[in-house]
């Protein structure tokens, strides 16, 4: 091979590994960058997060907890403080729920907000509960909704 080719060669070859390279660095930083918001922001404004990888963030409605018919999916509503009662999001996961997700209680929920029909449902990949804390006035101060049928589309 004369010095040319291989000068080229290895022209090319530096070339498609900084092309791999930075692809990989930029499709693994808009995988790991999830924006956190408050289930009334989301609320507020359904249209603006849809299909973006997002993590929901509020207080599991008392008594929304339910599971589909087929025991494959687990349904819940995520509420804020702030925001009326009515103002949830409803969340479909399917994977078994951490001993720290409690009925009433602090939760963040990872996935993405999916449109069906005329409303919207959060497919969480990842849910966690928040352990409560006695140094946090608001935990002690928020009076979580109960669930209300109306609010949650279609039951199981």
Partial sequence: MTSRARLLS??????????????????????GVTRAVMANEVTDNFDHYANERISVN???VKGSM???PDLKVLKFQVWS???????VVNVEFGKILPDTVKDGGK????GKL???????????AEVIGKCPTKYDPMQQQVEVPTFD????????
Wanted: proline share 3%; hydrophobic share 45%.
């Fill in 10 to 31: 290895g022209l090319l070859t530096v070339v498609v590994a900084s092309s791999a390279l930075a692809y990989m660095i930029k499709t693994g930083f808009e995988e």
């Fill in 58 to 60: 509020g207080f599991i």
């Fill in 66 to 68: 339910r599971q589909s």
């Fill in 81 to 87: 403080p702030g925001a009326e009662a009515s103002h």
């Fill in 107 to 110: 939760v963040s929920a990872t």
């Fill in 114 to 124: 999916a449109r069906r029909g005329d409303r919207f449902v959060f497919e969480a």
């Fill in 149 to 156: 049928k109306s609010t949650a589309g279609e039951l199981p």
